[in-house]
């Protein structure tokens, strides 16, 4: 069993601005990160990612708790413990492209080793080795400008690699590539990450990136952990509406469970045909994701309405139909077709039940993003 390589214990971070007063940006984080494993921390702007990487690496201090690397404390706010981020053995990428245009990639790639003061002999070796990896061999002269996007990610990379640590904190790290290449360069970050066996910690917006790279997610709101579990999980079992609208698409109906049946809000006059949980009363979301609602004919099964709009996407069609008040997005294959205002009945398997959204929630959720 492999060993917990990054511990956060009750972390807590506390900012006190003069226009908004006080943010906990950070509230009660506990997490165990095992060595080998690529976790990433996930969620909309504002929810606390990167002040909690900053916390890890040591560039922010804790108002509460502790921070545990390699089995090390390296962060305590009760014993006033601050370890520097150049003792943490850690490699770090971020969003910009953090390398220097004035040194060559030599340079820029040796430059961790020569504060570490490691021999001329051993440092022109390592370098070689990690651009080696990096795909940047033979380039060491030339400068960071003369070179692609793509290229001047792979020279933080060779820089993050070059004192071979154990964990590797990547910020948002392909967000200013193109697509194609941000692709590529996962690929070769897991690919590094297989020969020299560090633990990775990713932090994104974008969830279909941290679901091709990560072996469990951590997915944040508002300062505090919504759920951590693998990509697979998360998506097939969020546990809130947060959730399951952050993973992949969605689509949610506003329903009343009345009298054992569920309608769509504000309508009673046809009951929508769905398994009540246990419990389950009053006003609630039914959530499911776009290609798992049937579109049956209008002589077939389930919830009767209409085609309201189709719209051909590459792969498969989008359909609107009508609920009650509300307009329902689902998707089929190309070979189901029906046609703008013909009936129809539509089926829902096994969806999610949430409680309707909170409105004071969507407020501080507003809040936070304009700070
Ligand atoms: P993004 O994806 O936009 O980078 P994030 O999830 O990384 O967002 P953080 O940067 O960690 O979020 O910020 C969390 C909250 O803390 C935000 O409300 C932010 O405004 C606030 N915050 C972060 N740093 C500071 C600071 N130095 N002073 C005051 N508030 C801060």
């Known amino acids: 069993m492999a060993e917990n390589q990054v511990v956060l214990r009750h972390v807590t971070k506390r900012f ?10 950070v509230d009660d984080f506990n997490l165990e990160i095992k060595e080998g494993e690529c976790f990433s921390f996930l969620g909309p702007s504002g929810c606390g990612k990167t002040t909690t990487l900053r916390m890890i690496a040591g560039f922010e201090d804790l108002s509460e708790g502790e921070i545990e690397l390699c089995g090390r404390l390296v962060s305590s706010s009760a014993k006033n413990l601050y370890i520097p981020p150049e003792e943490r ?3 770090m990428v971020f969003q910009a492209f953090a390398v220097w245009p004035h040194m060559n990639i030599f340079d820029n790639v040796a430059f961790p080793l020569k504060i570490r ?14 651009l080696k990896h990096c795909s940047l061999d033979g380039l060491e002269d030339v400068y960071p400008g003369e070179l692609s996007g793509g290229q001047q990610q792979r020279i933080a990379l060779a820089r993050a690699i070059v004192t071979n640590p154990k964990v590797m904190l990547l910020d948002e790290p392909l ?11 996962r690929f070769e970050i897991k690919e590094l990450q297989r020969q020299f066996g560090f633990t990775i910690i990713f ?6 990136e941290a679901m091709a790279i990560s072996d469990r997610m951590m997915v944040c709101d508002m300062g505090k952990i919504v759920q951590i579990d693998t990509p697979e999980n ?11 609208n952050f993973l992949g698409e969605s689509t949610f109906i506003n329903v009343e469970v009345r009298d054992g049946r569920v309608f769509p809000k504000g309508d009673t006059s046809q009951p929508i045909g769905l398994t009540i949980p246990e419990g389950t009363k009053g006003e609630m979301v039914v959530a499911t994701r776009p290609n798992a609602i049937r579109l049956n004919g209008g ?14 996407l590459t792969d498969k069609t989008e359909y609107l139909v009508p609920v009650g008040a509300q307009l329902v997005k689902l998707q089929t294959p190309h070979r189901v077709v029906f046609a703008p205002g013909e009936e129809c009945a539509i089926e829902i398997a096994n969806p999610s039940w949430y409680p309707p959204e909170d409105a004071a929630a969507e407020a501080e959720r507003a809040r936070r993003n304009i700070i």
């Open 203 to 208: 932090v994104t917006h974008d969830q279909s």
């Open 175 to 185: 967000s200013n590539l193109d697509p194609k290449l941000r692709e590529t360069m």
């Open 299 to 312: 002589d077939g099964a389930g919830f009767r309405t209409h085609i309201e709009k189709r719209i051909f």
């Open 16 to 25: 006190t601005t003069r226009t908004m007063g006080t943010i906990t940006a």
């Open 117 to 130: 003061k490691v021999a001329k002999k051993e440092i022109a070796a390592r370098v070689k080795d990690a």
């Open 234 to 244: 998360l998506y097939n079992h969020p546990n809130s509406r947060f959730v399951h």
């Open 89 to 91: 053995d850690l490699g």
